[in-house]
């Protein structure tokens, strides 16, 4: 029950509350209503083309919670309210929600997850690419539960293929797309424990190089894994972090350019200026390591030397968009987790609203007739907002009333867990003595944590382009890809492509449910 001192102080303030003055129209909500039911009906039709291309999203700690956010902040960042604003993903027709637990975790991981996500098949907490037969840090059961990616899947088919990520390339979320790896955090071979590399393992810089060498678009962080031991880098000089990380004194930057055919123009970049001088039409091969681990954030990033996400994704598409057979591309907003780990909700939904951006771009240069994008997330966090805060908030500022138990004012933003605990006095910090509209203000939480911890409710996957509502309902994580493959004829499961490939028209004409699939047809 809500105090009488609440109801007051909410009632006043809402009261007082901007309302746009079109909204005082009841007919403007009718019609909104009508133009959303007409834009339905038409979804009755639905596109059973074949997905010559594929874009993956992922919005790594984008729960729901995290979308509405970020939502407001676009708006707010264009002068607006923010309630009524539209996300780019908010645009496309169909939406459905993915359970994320691995299996032998709850609430998840981001290397459990991606495995799911990208390979098909749920893992454990901590692996990527192998099934849940390999145990966390245990390189011995690593051998023959390998399983591949929508990515390998795609090249197999002949299409080009790419991964563009806001965090290192050798992170959780790309590297379930190439490695097969008993624990996330083997970056390199500085990273694994000595029983592992006895054992035959090895780290997934490494693996990125040698898995699969055609992969034809690499970009993001993580210079530093490719480089000996104490090589310093070449944009942070006496930075001792920056320094190079591996043992074997493999520079696998040059491993990569010696496995491209020499007829092919391949291009390593390491700052953005080196990005964008680039022609697209005139490489073939681009690996772009923009930092020595992952990339700044967007509200941090030097103009000069990194590229957001927006733009490594349209050099991306510019460069994969050349092959007849089209292609697959994997784009993360990585950077979202990190954030919200820090308690830096600021941090975090500057890069949703980044990573919306990119996903424009991306639907600006690409057709629904012939593309699939999907956009996801791998798990959620214990971010909220609340507060019964009026209409126009910033979605950074203050609840409209003070604590009815301490009397303190408290942000609408607010976490579960996290570095944003504190005691002053023995009591909650006032948060009107400090600037809580900073970047880097780390939100109060309820339990004081180092590091905010995940969240385990289902996450929104929205979807358009060729078979987009094949994604509906609520699905286990690990379905995606398999809609995915699906929509583009990839992978094992090819019989329903044999009509399309006899066909002038490129449709998938009648559909056969991925559930009444014989099970040696599936992935």
Known sequence: MISPFLVLA??????????????????????QAQDTLKNALKLQKLNTNVAKNVIMFLGDGMGVSTVTAARILKGQLHHNTGEETRLEMDKFPFVALSKTYNTNAQVPDSAGTATAYLCGVKANEGTVGVSAATERTRCNTTQGNEVTSILRWAKDAGKSVGIVTTTRVNHATPSAAYAHSADRDWYSDNEMPPEALSQGCKDIAYQLMHNIRDI???????????????????EYELDEKARGTRLDGLDLISIWKSFKPRHKQSHYVWNRTELLALDPSMVDYLLGLFEPGDMQYELNRNNLTDPSLSEMVEVALRILTKNPKGFFLLVEGGRIDHGHHEGKAKQALHEAVE??????????????????????ADHSHVFTFGGYTPRGNSIFGLAPMVSDTDKKPFTAILYGNGPGYKVVDGERENVSMVDYAHNNYQAQSAVPLRHETHGGEDVAVFAKGPMAHLLHGVHEQNYIPHVMAYASCIGANLDHCASASSKSSPSLGPLLPLALLPLSTLF
């Open 216 to 234: 034809d678009v690499i970009m993001g962080g993580g210079r530093k894994y490719m480089y000996p031991k104490n090589r310093t880098d070449v």
């Open 355 to 376: 990573m919306d951006q990119a996903i424009g771009r991306a639907g600006a240069m690409t057709s629904q007739k012939d593309t699939l994008t999907v956009v996801t």
């Open 10 to 31: 909410i009632g006043t303030c809402l009261t007082n509350s901007f309302v746009p003055e079109k909204e005082k129209d009841p007919n403007y909500w009718r019609q």
